[in-house]
């Protein structure tokens, strides 16, 4: 289960290389080269950038991924984000504006 409330952030300027793993919350607002699993949300904010798999209960995308997106419930793709890679979710959204290319493969909800 999720910590709730709890983020743990990559701020702008900070460059991660490895994997991120946890129940907390990732908000990325930096560069992530590398892998990223949590239970909570991941967010990759506007000016963001992440090169690497993503797994998360949910994902908010708001800058750049290139990699596999696997969303455990919802996939939220905003206006302002651009995305490489497969996609895997029981719900996606994808705003006007937002910038995708790969595959989406959505669950069917039990």
Partial sequence: MA???ETTFIGRGI???G?????????????LEGTAG?????????GGKVNGEVAAKNVV???QVRGQIQAEEKAD??????????????AVSI???????GSIRMK???
């Fill in 61 to 63: 995308l708001e800058g």
């Fill in 3 to 5: 910590n709730e409330g």
């Fill in 77 to 90: 793709l905003r206006a302002t984000c651009e995305i490489h890679g497969d996609l895997n979710a029981k």
């Fill in 19 to 31: 994997e991120i793993t946890g129940q907390a919350s990732i908000e990325i607002l930096g560069e």
């Fill in 38 to 46: 949590t239970e909570g949300v991941f967010r990759v904010r506007e």
């Fill in 108 to 110: 069917k909800r039990n």
């Fill in 15 to 17: 460059k991660v290389t």
């Fill in 95 to 101: 705003a006007d504006g937002a910038f995708f290319e």
